[in-house]
């Protein structure tokens, strides 16, 4: 009786294209090398495309999916974008009137391209990726720069991560 009412679950499960998020993937399975672009920053912050650059690299290799290379010319494929905004808006307030939370946003223009022929293929591209983190500081705000930083490599990491399972994943 259990495998007359599983097998039809079953055959609808594998049937329905169902699969594990991450286990899939929309790019070519002869691609074997990334480079990854410093990406342009229009941000008021200097080093935040640095702070970026270092997260996509150490998630690209935490995945293992592509052998990361340095020079454009040595890759299959190359990861560019560009760094429109990082916005910093206060969220809470206490009773003074003086912020507590803010929230970090970044905006950013993502594409990525197959550089195996004479002309480019975009592979992927997204004009708006974006994520965000908030984060607290002291009433004194003594802490507020600490803070700001601590933000900016934890929104890195957070989008960094986004970004690498929508490439691979076609999101």
Excluded at 41 to 48: G, H, L, S, V, Y
Excluded at 75 to 96: C, E, H, K, Q, Y
Aim: proline share 2%; with cysteine.
């Amino acid at each position: 009786m259990r495998r007359l009412i599983l097998l039809p679950f079953l055959l609808t499960l594998f049937g329905c294209g169902y699969h594990l998020v991450g286990t899939s993937t929309y790019l070519p399975e002869n691609i074997q090398s990334l480079h990854i672009e410093l990406f342009a920053n229009q941000t008021a912050r200097a080093d935040m495309d640095q702070r970026v650059a270092e997260a996509l690299n150490l998630e690209w290799v935490r995945r293992g999916r592509f052998q990361l290379v340095d020079r454009a010319e040595d890759a299959d494929i190359v990861l560019s974008g560009t760094m429109t905004r990082l916005s910093i808006i206060p969220v809470s307030f206490d009773d003074s009137g003086r912020a507590t939370e803010y929230q970090m946003t970044l905006l950013t223009e993502v594409r990525l391209h197959d550089v195996r022929e004479e002309d480019p293929v975009l592979l992927w591209e997204n004009k708006a990726f974006s994520r965000r983190t908030s984060y607290a500081v002291d009433e004194d705000a003594v802490d507020y720069f600490d803070r700001q930083r601590e933000a900016m490599d934890e929104l890195s990491t957070y989008y960094s991560r986004a970004l690498v399972s929508a490439v691979l994943e076609g999101f």
